[in-house]
């Protein structure tokens, strides 16, 4: 079941206000303008929301609907069974990179803190079980590429990501399940060398989709 980000019981305009009130614009100076994809209340009252200065004053629905008309390829999964905390910026990047869809396997439930309300703008699905994020990968011809450092991980570095797939990630603590790594065309690593044993997992995730940009979005071979 697909939904965009729970707007359901949160007010618009308070949940969006991010970071100093200067922030966004002030209310509209002037006479209104008559553009369908402008929003009254904000018109009047202002715009601190978390958007792009390109999107100010738009509805939320006039600025999804643009956005869907330049999504990339890409999806991002990501196993949710232990309520990471990582998930919400996970989604943070995906929007920022512009992922087709979000997928949430596991539980639906999950802290959307470090979303920092982007998730209103991402498609954001869930499904319960691997298995049903394995069939609507296969439906759609997407291969799903997990990534984790993971025995037989292959190096992301030289990689050749595909342009549509879905891009899987773990939980911080166990990483991709046995599970996940089986629905997998291939796991890939990113380098490490420190100590560590691996980065923040929404670290690794802005890391991989950041990889598919470079490659499809800048054309730089891996
Ligand atoms: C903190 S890691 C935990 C699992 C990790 N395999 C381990 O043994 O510590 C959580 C998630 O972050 C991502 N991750 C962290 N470091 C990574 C690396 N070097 N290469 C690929 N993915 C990594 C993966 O998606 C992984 O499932």
Redesign the pocket.
Known sequence: MRELGGEENRDLIGADMVGPSEVGVGPWQGELPDDPRLDPELLVSGDRRNVVDKYRYWTLEAIVADLDLQRNPFHVAIENWQHDLNIGSVVRTANAFLAAEVHIVGNRKWNRRGAMVTDRYQHVRHHPRLEDLASYAAERQLPVI?????PG?VP?ETYELPAACVLL????????TADAHAICTDV?????FGST?????S???AI?LHAWIRRHTFGQKP
């Open positions: 997990g990534i984790d450092n993971l991980s992301l990630f773990g939980q911080e603590g166990p990483g991709l890939l690593s990113i380098a490490q044993r691996s980065i923040n997992a670290a690794a995730a991989a």
